[in-house]
Nanobody, 128 residues
Framework: QVQLVESGGGSVQAGGSLRLSCAHT????????MGWFRQAPGKEREGIAA????????LYADSVKGRFTISQDNAKRTVYLQMNSLKPEDTAMYYC?????????????????????WGQGTQVTVSS
């Protein structure tokens, strides 16, 4: 059973940075598509970044491209989301998710139902 544990959320002023972490507990880590999603109050959850743990290839939503970076540490089975130049509209609950035994297809961020394992979420609040 895969467990995902997120950390690193918090409050920051606009223009600031935060780094989120997602620890993956299973030996299956090396063949996962790992994604970061976020949900703001009153809005649908959106996929913002993904990484295939086997190769390190990455995908980004247009809303975060150039500001956020997804990366991984295979030895720690941990995926990171470095968030720079944060804006108030980035305020949301951020979730890590895993799709086991799968690469990340180019449109995977639009199909969050394909991710079978989810973390508990970590809150990010950006003030103006």
């Amino acid at each position: 059973q895969v467990q995902l544990v997120e950390s690193g959320g918090g409050s920051v002023q606009a223009g600031g940075s935060l780094r989120l972490s997602c620890a993956h507990t299973s030996y299956t880590y090396s063949t996962n598509c790992m994604g970061w999603f976020r949900q703001a109050p009153g809005k649908e959850r959106e996929g913002i970044a993904a990484i295939y743990t086997g190769s390190g290839s990455t995908l980004y939503a247009d809303s975060v491209k150039g500001r956020f970076t997804i990366s991984q540490d295979n030895a720690k089975r941990t995926v990171y989301l470095q968030m720079n130049s944060l804006k108030p509209e980035d305020t949301a609950m951020y979730y890590c998710a895993a799709r086991q035994h799968s690469t990340c297809s180019s449109n995977i961020l639009s199909y969050q139902g394909l991710f079978g394992n989810w973390g508990q979420g970590t809150q990010v609040t950006v003030s103006s």
